[in-house]
């Protein structure tokens, strides 16, 4: 059975850190590029951050850029978003995807991933004080 399962999500104070692990089954990750995004409260999914299949480039919204980094380790099946400096505006469900074809945007700050074919069902981030 093809699976991604997220972990690592929950309640962390503005500034700190978490990092995230999206651990794949019944398929393998290294022909798979891999997507983070999250879905905040009343708003729309958008696009965090992507790496490409056998190590292959990164991609980071504005929002997040210097402060979120994604890795993988095809090892392990795993890809991490080690996510820093943490704002109350970081708080979602965190959703990882795996695509072998997607189509990937970066405009104007925004992070567009279209053609994802499995998806995780999310962990929460809630930064807060």
């Known amino acids: 059975q093809v699976q991604l399962v997220e972990s690592g999500g929950g309640l962390v104070q503005p500034g700190g850190s978490l990092r995230l692990s999206c651990a794949a089954s019944?398929?393998?990750?290294?022909?798979?590029?891999i997507g983070w995004f999250r879905q905040a409260p009343g708003k729309e999914r958008e696009g965090v951050s992507c790496i490409g299949s056998n190590y292959g480039g990164t991609h980071y919204a504005d929002s997040v850029k210097g402060r979120f980094t994604i890795s993988r380790d095809n090892a392990k099946n795993t890809v991490y978003l080690q996510m820093n400096s943490l704002k109350p505006e970081d708080t979602a469900v965190y959703y990882c995807?795996?695509?072998?074809?997607?189509?990937?945007?970066?405009?104007?700050?925004?992070?567009?991933?279209?053609?994802?074919?499995?998806w995780g069902k999310g962990t929460l981030v809630t930064v807060s004080s």
């Open positions: 995807a795996a695509g072998e074809t997607p189509f990937i945007q970066n405009l104007a700050g925004a992070l567009t991933i279209y053609g994802m074919d499995y």
């Open positions: 019944g398929f393998t990750l290294d022909g798979y590029t």
